[in-house]
Nanobody
Framework: QLQLVESGGGLVQPGGSLRLSCAAS????????IGWFRQAPGKEREGVSC????????FYADSVKGRFTISRDNAKKMVYLQMNSLKPEDTAIYYC?????????????????WGQGTQVTVSS
């Protein structure tokens, strides 16, 4: 079973940056694709960015392309989401999730294991 713990959220001004971290543990955690998802109040959970097992394939939602970068370090069992040029509409709870799949997908319904989430608030 895969366990995931997010960290790095907080309050930041528009235009600022944050780096979210996702620590993975459990059996063969490196065999899982990892995704970052977010959910704002009153909205459905959406895929923000996802990365394949090897890190060779990535996906970004159109709303974050050019601003967010996902990466993973399998030796450290960590996945990161660097978020730059943050906007108020990026405010949400951010979750990391894992899916044991050779395909890279970034839809919440296909991910089996979830962290508890970390709040990101972008406000002046």
């Amino acid at each position: 079973q895969l366990q995931l713990v997010e960290s790095g959220g907080g309050l930041v001004q528009p235009g600022g940056s944050l780096r979210l971290s996702c620590a993975a543990s459990g059996f063969r955690s490196a065999n899982y694709a990892i995704g970052w998802f977010r959910q704002a109040p009153g909205k459905e959970r959406e895929g923000v960015s996802c990365i394949s097992v090897s890190g060779g394939s990535t996906f970004y939602a159109d709303s974050v392309k050019g601003r967010f970068t996902i990466s993973r370090d399998n030796a450290k069992k960590m996945v990161y989401l660097q978020m730059n040029s943050l906007k108020p509409e990026d405010t949400a709870i951010y979750y990391c999730a894992g899916e044991r799949s050779v395909l890279l997908r970034c839809t919440p319904g296909t991910y089996d294991y979830w962290g508890q989430g970390t709040q990101v608030t972008v406000s002046s």
